[in-house]
T-cell receptor, first 114, second 111 residues
Framework: DTEVTQTPKHLVMGMTNKKSLKCEQH?????MYWYKQKAKKPPELMFV???????INESVPSRFSPECPNSSLLNLHLHALQPEDSALYLC?????????????FGPGTRLLVL | AQSVTQLDSQVPVFEEAPVELRCNYS??????LFWYVQYPNQGLQLLLK??????LVKGINGFEAEFNKSQTSFHLRKPSVHISDTAEYFC?????????FGTGTSLTVIP
């Protein structure tokens, strides 16, 4: 099973709302990632968790708050977002964090901020 | 520092014709290279990867790529494309726990 699942598939929120994105994998992977992808652009790395600890934060605004409750789950908490945060949010996982590890991507959550 | 260049942002090709999507990289360390495909409204799916060994790598859906160290290239090829190959294709280089993606090539297969 090489599946990464993400919920919800679509999300519309106002700028004052609080919402969360959820990502799950059952491959025993110890690294998980959040990416933001705008239309016709490559994914941009936001956060990396390695062994449930945040190892990389690519200068993401504090209105995005990641959480890794256990090795299978990754959440992204959203608060006071801006319209420019509208994008496809992708989760990925890999066995570890050595070079050459394949990242397996979920289908994404398409977020619209009004 | 690692970087990936995909020179062709859009590639139109007729059905059953061959196609090559170009990828060049720069890396100061060991090179691990990947090609991913993204169909509309979906996540990224691994097509193939080069870690070491044979420079010709075969992937899913009839795609293959050749690693050329002297030209720092990792071009993706398919001898005969199908309508279902219409998608966005991303080349990436891996370093530690980070991927460095190219800007993508939009492949459109024309009936």
């Amino acid at each position: 099973d090489t599946e990464v699942t993400q919920t919800p598939k679509h999300l519309v929120m106002g700028m004052t709302n609080k919402k969360s994105l959820k990502c799950e994998q059952h491959m025993g992977h110890r690294a998980m990632y959040w990416y933001k992808q705008k239309a016709k652009k490559p994914p941009e790395l936001m956060f990396v968790y390695s062994y449930e600890k945040l190892s990389i934060n690519e200068s993401v605004p504090s209105r995005f708050s990641p959480e890794c409750p256990n090795s299978s789950l990754l959440n992204l908490h959203l608060h006071a977002l801006q319209p420019e945060d509208s994008a496809l949010y992708l989760c990925a996982s890999s066995q570890g964090t050595r070079g050459g590890e394949t990242q397996y991507f979920g289908p994404g959550t398409r977020l619209l901020v009004l | 520092a690692q970087s990936v260049t995909q020179l062709d942002s859009q590639v139109p090709v007729f059905e059953e014709a061959p196609v090559e999507l170009r990828c060049n990289y720069s890396s100061s360390v060991s090179v691990y290279l990947f090609w991913y495909v993204q169909y509309p409204n979906q996540g990224l799916q691994l097509l193939l990867k080069y870690l070491s060994g044979s420079t010709l790598v075969k992937g899913i859906n009839g795609f293959e790529a050749e690693f050329n160290k002297s030209q720092t290239s990792f071009h993706l090829r398919k001898p005969s494309v199908h309508i279902s190959d219409t998608a966005e294709y991303f080349c990436a280089v891996s370093s530690g726990n980070q991927f460095y993606f190219g800007t993508g090539t939009s492949l459109t297969v024309i009936p």
